[in-house]
């Protein structure tokens, strides 16, 4: 089944305490991007990536690392998280790039205390 | 990104067909019209993409007209399951720019 995974799906962590949120696809897509949404804020992109160590910054990058190693792969990296990335992540990916269909995963919701 | 402004929320009945209009203004050139959908919880999931005049399929309608600075979604005959958050997302297909969703449309179906 051609999907998009993420783990964990729910995580509590403490400020400061590095964490890594995973997300793989298998349908060979080339893009994938991260996103964060908070209530009355929408979607906002945290990073994206057009191919393998290929990354640039969305619209909110700050506190945030990716990389991407593997074309299947797309890890998210808080070095240091603090309660305002208390969120609910999605990470997506397309064949292309830019608004062409993106499958979305389950998504990630994350507290940090 | 050609920036985009859609309704923050709509009621609709069983039954009835529903239309979401998003505004964007500085469309350019090379942008295509993408709407998604997301319930509660979950990731959001691609409706439909356009480029201009009309596109559908088996879920809705795309109308565009040919300023190509608004779109209309179409819903026909919406039940109960389609509420939702429906994005209107305006970029090209080429990836050479973050993407950006607005606050959506709240769409609630009454029985």
């Known amino acids: 089944e051609a999907q998009v995974t993420q783990n964990p799906r729910y995580l509590i962590t403490v400020t400061g305490k590095k964490l890594t949120v995973t997300c793989s696809q298998n349908m060979n897509h080339e893009y994938m991007s991260w996103y964060r949404q908070d209530p009355g804020l929408g979607l906002r992109q945290i990073y994206y990536?057009?191919?393998?160590?290929?990354?640039d910054k969305g619209d909110v990058p700050e506190g945030y690392k990716v990389s991407r190693k593997e074309k299947r792969n797309f890890p998210l990296i808080l070095e240091s998280p603090s309660p305002n990335q208390t969120s609910l992540y999605f990470c997506?990916?397309?064949?292309?790039?830019?608004?062409?269909?993106?499958?979305f995963g389950p998504g990630t919701r994350l507290l940090v205390l | 990104l050609a920036k985009t402004t859609q309704p923050i929320s709509m009621d609709s009945y069983e039954g009835q067909e529903v239309n979401i209009t998003c505004s964007h203004n500085n469309i350019a050139t090379n942008d295509y019209i993408t709407w998604y959908q997301q319930f509660p919880s979950q990731g959001p999931r691609f409706i439909i993409q356009g480029y201009k005049t009309k596109v559908t399929n088996e879920v809705a309608s795309l109308f565009i007209p040919a300023d190509r600075k608004s779109s209309t979604l179409s819903l026909p005959r919406v039940s109960l399951s389609d509420t939702a958050v429906y994005y209107c997302?305006?970029?090209?297909?080429?990836?050479?720019?973050?993407?950006?969703f607005g606050s959506g449309t709240r769409l609630q179906v009454q029985p």
């Open positions: 990536s057009m191919n393998v160590e290929v990354t």
């Open positions: 997302l305006v970029g090209e297909n080429t990836g050479r720019r973050a993407l950006t």
């Open positions: 997506a990916s397309s064949l292309y790039q830019g608004v062409e269909t993106q499958y």
